[in-house]
């Protein structure tokens, strides 16, 4: 039986605070990163359309010369870096971030070139609430350097994959692909810039998607509600 992810009648919220859901308000994000912040400049661009059902409420990095957080700033978003070296387990560091989200009532997580394997302590925190973007047509590609693997194994295409995150590398249930071609003569840099093009599109309309409570989990499928 399918499992509506949002909304109070679901059986697997148990998270250890409240995402109080308003009618007619914005849903509010967090953006954690650890780099550029491409993904998250899309995010905050959509987010800024007129009818956009979401915002972002906070961006956190694990990385304090993170450009996406410079870039956050500049865009007047309440922004901080949280270093994982300034605690003794990862427990205690996801324990900071989830305190930040709590505070800044945040409903979704979005991971948005964060380069760290999330643990049980956020993942608790938000069951079926945190989404990555991977640079590849996942299961292939899983981890580091994808598009470098998908030029080095030959494949004729390859792209992004939005999908919820579990415990594992790049495992999640997957809710939206798209797909790139990939031409005689790529390159990791320009399979990569083509593909960054769809991840940006790709990773807006997830979000939506959650937040017009589209978006149905069946085992490890996700189901797009009409
Ligand atoms: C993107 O390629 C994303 O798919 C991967 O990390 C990269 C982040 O890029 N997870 P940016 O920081 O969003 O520009």
């Known amino acids: ?20 859901i308003i009618m007619g308000q914005k849903g509010k994000i967090a953006v954690l990163l650890s780099g550029r912040g491409s993904n998250f400049e899309a995010l905050y661009r959509a987010s800024l359309h ?86 590849a047509l996942l299961p292939a590609f899983p981890g580091l350097h994808a598009q470098r693997q998908a030029v080095e194994h030959g494949v004729r295409f390859s792209g992004c994959t939005v999908h919820f995150v579990d415990g594992g590398m790049d495992t999640g249930p997957i809710i939206l692909q798209r797909c790139v071609q990939v031409e005689a003569g790529d390159t990791e840099e320009t399979l990569g810039a083509r593909i960054l093009e769809q991840e940006h599109r790709a990773f807006p309309e997830a979000v939506c998607l959650f937040f017009d409570k589209k978006l149905k989990i069946s085992g490890r499928r996700v189901i797009i509600v009409q």
Request: a positive charge; proline letters at 5%; charged letters at 20%.
């Open 50 to 135: 007129a009818g956009a059902n979401f915002e972002i409420s906070t961006v956190i990095s694990d990385k304090k010369k993170a450009p996406g957080l410079e870039k956050a700033r500049a865009f007047g978003i309440t922004a901080f870096h949280v270093s994982p070296g300034s605690f003794i387990t990862r427990e205690d560091y996801e324990a900071r971030i989830v305190q930040l989200l709590s505070q800044r009532e945040v409903q979704l997580v979005c991971l948005a070139g964060y380069m760290r394997i999330v643990g049980q302590t956020l993942l608790q925190a938000f069951p079926n609430r945190i989404m990555n973007i991977h640079p």
């Open 1 to 20: 039986m399918g499992v509506f992810l949002w909304g109070f009648e679901s059986p697997l919220r148990h998270s250890s605070f409240q995402h109080t």
